[in-house]
């Protein structure tokens, strides 16, 4: 193996190879064994999240709901949202899989409490863009004439 390494680079055939003199990739990143499931998750459109494990992955839903909850369109939106990742969250304390990390239940009443408080902050935002205007007068648009006179009678 050692003798044919020899002999092709004394033969030229490691010159001239793309990506020559160039740094290798992600060499900053630290050591991940999982680091090509992820990119290639990533580069198919999933969420490289959902491979986590169960009581990580809903930490991280519990974070990312938390940080989300502002863009929901209704309380009633928040309510679901929160109602569906508790029941999750308590499926899993009956069934536990993975690395023991403890997980809690979200707080609907806190979840429903930042959702209020963004919407308050986005329609102070709306009115303070809008700025008061009277409405304009409309103004009668000037009645066309019709092209054949329907109103004359023929003599």
Known sequence: MEVQIRRAIEEGKFDNLPGAGKPLRNLHRASDPMWWARQKA???????????????????????LRETVADLP????????????????????RAPSG?????????????????????????????????????????AAPRRRRWWPWGRRRA
């Open 74 to 93: 209704s309380e009633q939106a928040v309510r679901d949202a929160v109602e569906d990742l508790n029941a999750q969250i308590r499926e899993h304390w």
């Open 99 to 139: 690395p023991n990390v403890p997980v809690g239940l979200v707080d609907l009443d806190e979840m429903l409490e930042l959702w209020r408080a963004a919407r308050r902050a986005r329609e102070a935002e709306a009115a303070a863009a809008e700025p008061e205007t009277p409405p304009a007068r409309e103004e």
């Open 42 to 64: 990533i580069a198919e459109g999933l969420d490289p999240s959902a491979m986590l494990p169960p009581a990580l992955r809903l930490r991280k839903e519990r974070q990312r």
